[in-house]
């Protein structure tokens, strides 16, 4: 079965902090996709980044970094010196080829609360 | 930069009556997701297009959800009759195929009173 696990429900920093969100994913694949997404206040879901399973390496992308590590089954992601623009709620997601499905299982979610 | 569309993005119906989202995918993109998203959890698949042929159905509540996706391009998800449990967001998104990165449109909240 396919699942993934945010079991950080709600994490509160002050701006200019580091904040890692922890993502852990179930499948039997050996091919799947990991995503995440972030959900503002306004409600729409806004990519933010696609790792397939056979590239492990981290990504970097501005204050954003992801760490992909296939023996933990883990993809973490960091924001480094946080904002209050990054306050939203994080979904981690994997997509596996189920049935030609290809679609996205959803992590519960971490709110991410940055104080100025 | 192309976006995907939806309407209206705010309904409110009453319980027993019928109600239709719309949604405009990205131009060119061949799949089409409806999912579900209840407060305080993530979306949920309900249906998958690919092109206009159903490629996932199997947690849609067939008994009173219908999709179509006629020509391969929008789509229109219907609700009869709604219930007090239908009250979510609904979000559309499209892919350029299966497997690749999803986006998401604004989506649309309904309460169901």
């Known amino acids: 079965a396919q699942k993934v696990t945010q079991a950080q429900t709600e994490i509160s920093v002050v701006e200019k902090e580091d904040v890692t969100l922890d993502c852990v994913y179930e499948?039997?694949?050996?091919?799947?996709?990991l995503f995440w997404y972030k959900q503002p206040p306004s409600g729409e879901l806004v990519f933010l980044i696609r790792?397939?399973?056979?590239?492990?390496q981290n990504e970097i992308s501005g204050r954003y970094s992801w760490n992909f590590q296939k023996s933990t089954s883990s993809f973490n992601f960091t924001i480094t010196a946080s904002q209050v623009v990054d306050s939203a709620v994080y979904f981690c997601?994997?997509?596996?080829?189920?049935?030609?499905?290809?679609?996205?299982?959803f992590g519960s979610g971490t709110r991410l609360l940055v104080r100025p | 930069e192309a976006e995907v569309a939806q309407s209206p993005r705010y309904k409110i119906t009453e319980k027993s009556q019928a109600v239709a989202f719309w949604c405009d995918p990205i131009?060119?993109?061949?799949?089409l997701y409806w999912y579900r998203q209840i407060l305080g959890q993530g979306p949920e698949l309900l249906v998958q297009f690919q092109d206009e042929s159903v490629v996932d159905d199997s947690q849609l509540p067939k008994d009173r959800f219908s999709a179509e996706r006629l020509k391969g391009v929008d789509s229109t998800l219907k609700i009869q009759p709604a219930e007090l449990g239908d009250s979510a967001m609904y979000l559309c998104?499209?892919?350029?195929?299966?497997?690749?990165?999803?986006?998401f449109g604004p989506g649309t909240r309904l309460t169901v009173t």
């Open positions: 997601a994997l997509s596996a080829p189920m049935d030609s499905s290809y679609k996205l299982i």
């Open positions: 131009s060119g993109h061949a799949t």
């Open positions: 998104a499209s892919s350029p195929n299966r497997g690749r990165e999803q986006y």
């Open positions: 499948t039997r694949d050996t091919t799947y996709y």
């Open positions: 790792r397939n399973s056979f590239d492990e």
